[in-house]
């Protein structure tokens, strides 16, 4: 099955949705959104990776910043911060360039590594979306963390190929019925740039209805 590109949904959303179905849908269909500090440093972060626009060549290794990507298989469209271009004969043509080349994906990220694998989910997405895009099979993907300039490498697994779908899958469910999904208080609402919105605390406290049922019994 293929989208169609009025259905494809944001790339970044990915990790959102690992992070948190609810932080998701408050985002990508209720548009609400809430700068932080932090948001807004890595608005910052990212705009100065994609600042640097033009290719960059070191023999063997092209560097692209800031590209266009999609797929029509998983419906999502978006940027890639960096693509590595690795020259080898297990690569592909790539326009403009003499040999074969190999795609790799390196997503920026702020901060640290989170508590949760969103991050290795969507940089997987990314690079399930240039399988697709160059007809290429991809092994490996990259994540890069402002905090520690650490470069993590992130095996692109079944297990987490299998992952990425599923939750595409179930974005797109979500989506089409624009519903919301309800409060689950858990460890990363203390780290969620949406929790003023969401206010799990009182959202998780028993309705009005169950209250006066609890208190007054059925009668
Ligand atoms: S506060 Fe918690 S439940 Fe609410 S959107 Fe954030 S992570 Fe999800």
Wanted: hydrophobic content about 30%; overall charge negative; proline content about 2%.
């Amino acid at each position: 099955m293929e989208y169609e590109e009025d259905d494809f949904l944001q790339l970044s959303g990915v990790q959102h949705f690992v992070f948190c179905r609810r932080q998701w849908a408050l985002i990508h269909i209720e548009n609400q959104w809430r700068e932080n500090a932090k948001t807004v440093d890595g608005a910052f972060f990212h705009q100065r990776v994609h600042d640097e626009t033009s290719r960059e060549r070191r023999g063997n290794l092209i560097i692209d910043r800031g590209v266009s990507i999609h797929s029509r298989a998983l419906g999502l469209s978006g940027q890639c911060d960096v693509i590595e271009f690795h020259k080898t004969e297990a690569g592909v043509p790539l326009r403009g360039e003499i040999g074969k080349w190999l795609p790799y994906p390196v997503e920026y990220k702020r901060g640290r590594a989170k508590i949760t694998h969103c991050d290795e989910v969507q940089v997987c997405a990314q690079a399930m979306c240039l399988e697709e895009m160059y007809a290429c099979d991809l092994k490996e993907a990259a994540l890069f963390y402002g905090e520690n300039r650490r470069r993590q490498l992130v095996e692109l697994s079944e297990q987490l190929r299998d992952e990425v779908i599923s939750a595409v899958e179930e974005m797109h469910d979500l989506s089409k019925k624009n519903y919301t999904p309800k409060v689950k208080k858990k460890k990363c609402c203390y780290a969620c740039s949406l929790h003023e919105n969401c206010m799990p605390e009182l959202q998780e406290k028993e309705s009005v209805g169950t209250y006066l049922t609890r208190i007054c019994g059925d009668n």
